[in-house]
């Protein structure tokens, strides 16, 4: 039985490979290039999007408003190709882009673009033998003068916190500039807003400015300089809708510093001068014929002048602005009516601030390395100014409460 069913299987193998087998290999051929070439003539049409323009041969002193540094516009278009079904079914936008001849344009122009634009990104493609047509709808192209302008940089308060035991002062120098080319439209409104560059306190370390500080080019022994590393020195511009990050090309960058204070309590060593401030809408029943400061634990007279005698401390503030600074101050109290004020406000008075602030810039720039400018170091006088507070002890201010008793101001 077996035998039998073999021989049939033979006899079916033997009709279908073996006779006739040229005619069968003559059709099969016939049928593979039959297929081919009926593959190879079906056409269709498809629409590749977000398709790259290129533009090329501006004429010199000229620009494109949208175009980005690589030449090609900032926005993509759609082409509607239609050739060979095989080839064109697998097309996509990263196969080909569409170039515009910009040669001997001078003022704004509507390209029509067509197969021979078309340019295929790969040297081998050979797309262009596929495609019989190419449509794609005109392009308006807004020529510009090219210019290049100087953007002023603001260097904003930076984020994240400075190292423990330090106080973040200022940045040098606060203003920069960045050159930065384009269309003529666009550059200027670039220039009114501006460009900023923030930094981030976060990633300098307490050992970094530890070094510093004791480093012997330090002349300043609380005050430190961390030099800006170039891989920060990046800002970024937006132009044509697109963000970029470019280094900085002001010359000063390299100047580039953020200045720290060591955070400590320094003593004051001196006895405060201490008076009352009379009012003039007061003075009718409070001056200083029917007030005076009393002379109490706190307070002693010495050569006609009255002292606070508590020893007292300052942070927040460098050495060298307290060493200036130090025989100019007084504590003043300021006289109110008893029915308004129980306790009367004081403060911390500068004689001769305009002198102080012009010694101390002075000396700042002999004591300093860095290249500032007066007005920096006229505005981080002004800073310690402002930042000048009393202690008694590490995070005890000094707290006194003067009141108005018969005839005298009392200090406790």
Not at 83 to 96: M, P, Q, R, Y
Not at 104 to 125: H, M
Not at 236 to 253: G, H, M, S
Not at 334 to 361: C, G, H, M
Request: net charge negative; proline share 6%.
């Amino acid at each position: 039985m077996e035998l039998v069913e073999s021989s049939k299987v033979k006899q079916i193998l033997h009709r279908l490979f073996i006779k006739n087998w040229t005619r069968k290999l003559v059709a099969f051929t016939a049928a593979i290039v039959i297929w081919f070439l009926v593959n190879e003539s079906m056409t269709t049409t498809v629409t590749v999007t977000d398709v790259p323009v290129h533009v090329v041969n501006l004429p010199p002193h000229k620009t494109i408003v949208g175009l980005l540094p690589n030449g090609t516009l900032n926005r993509r278009i759609a082409v509607t190709l239609t050739g060979n079904k095989s080839v064109l079914t697998d097309v996509n936008h990263n196969d080909f882009e569409m170039i515009i001849n910009a040669e001997g344009e001078q003022e704004s122009w509507i390209a029509n673009l067509s197969k021979k634009n078309l340019v295929p990104l790969s040297p081998d493609n050979s797309l262009l033998k596929h495609i019989s047509q190419v449509s794609v709808e005109p392009i308006l192209v807004r020529l510009s003068n090219l210019v290049t302008e100087e953007i002023p940089i603001t260097i904003t308060k930076p984020i994240g916190e400075a190292p423990e035991g330090y106080q973040f002062l200022d940045i040098w120098p606060s203003q920069l500039v960045q050159r930065v080319s384009g269309a003529q439209e666009q550059i200027e409104a670039l220039k009114e807003r501006g460009l900023e560059l923030t930094f981030n306190l976060n990633q300098i370390s307490k050992a970094t400015l530890d070094t510093l500080l004791e480093s012997p080019e330090n002349v300043a022994n609380d005050e430190v300089g961390f030099t800006v590393p170039n891989e920060w020195k990046y800002v970024e511009v937006t132009l044509n809708e697109e963000a970029t990050l470019e280094p900085l090309n002001d010359p000063r960058a390299k100047l580039l510093r953020i200045d720290f204070l060591k955070q400590e309590l320094i003593p004051l060593d001196l006895n405060l001068p201490i008076a009352i401030f009379f009012p003039v809408q007061y003075s009718d029943s409070i001056n200083p014929e029917t007030y005076t400061l009393a002379v109490e634990s706190l307070i002693e007279k010495k050569n006609g002048l009255t002292f606070l005698t508590a020893p007292l401390f300052t942070c927040d503030v460098s050495r060298l602005f307290l060493d200036i600074v130090r025989d100019n101050l007084e504590l003043t109290v300021i006289a109110a009516p008893l029915s308004l004020q129980e306790i009367l406000n004081w403060s911390i008075t500068f004689y001769d601030l305009d002198s102080l602030e012009k010694r101390y810039v002075t000396a700042a720039l002999r004591q300093t390395k860095a290249r500032y400018s007066r007005q920096y170091l006229k505005n981080r006088f002004r800073k310690y100014v402002r930042n000048l507070v009393l202690y008694t002890g590490k995070d005890r201010p000094l707290a006194i409460t003067p009141r108005l008793q018969k005839g005298t101001v009392s200090v406790s």
